[in-house]
Nanobody, 124 residues
Framework: QVQLVESGGGLVQAGGSLRLSCAPS????????MGWFRQAPGKEREFVAT????????AYADSVKGRFTISRDTANNTVYLQMNSLKPEDTAVYYC?????????????????WGQGTQVTVSS
């Protein structure tokens, strides 16, 4: 069973930056797209960003556009989420996901594999 392993979460002050990483436990695992979602306490899980494996096209939630950047390292089969200008409202558990057979890859149902989540806390 493939697992997605996330790293890079932590505590940062508002205006700071963090970079999250995600890699599959099986190096040869491939999916059509990988994405990041987040869930804040008392709220539903929400889409953050996605990237297509082959062409590298990306999409972002409006709340993170211009501040977050998703990228991929195809050689190492790793996806990153660079988060800049962080705000307290970005505080959440961030989940990496991988999916195939979807369309826009902006909905959680389009993803087949999920990481365990990594906590990001932004203090004011």
């Amino acid at each position: 069973q493939v697992q997605l392993v996330e790293s890079g979460g932590g505590l940062v002050q508002a205006g700071g930056s963090l970079r999250l990483s995600c890699a599959p436990s099986v190096r040869t695992f491939r999916s059509s797209a990988m994405g990041w979602f987040r869930q804040a306490p008392g709220k539903e899980r929400e889409f953050v960003a996605t990237i297509r494996r082959r062409e590298g096209s990306t999409a972002y939630a409006d709340s993170v556009k211009g501040r977050f950047t998703i990228s991929r390292d195809t050689a190492n089969n790793t996806v990153y989420l660079q988060m800049n200008s962080l705000k307290p409202e970005d505080t959440a558990v961030y989940y990496c996901a991988a999916g195939s057979g979807g369309y826009y890859y902006m909905e959680s149902v389009e993803y087949n594999y999920w990481g365990q989540g990594t906590q990001v806390t932004v203090s004011s």
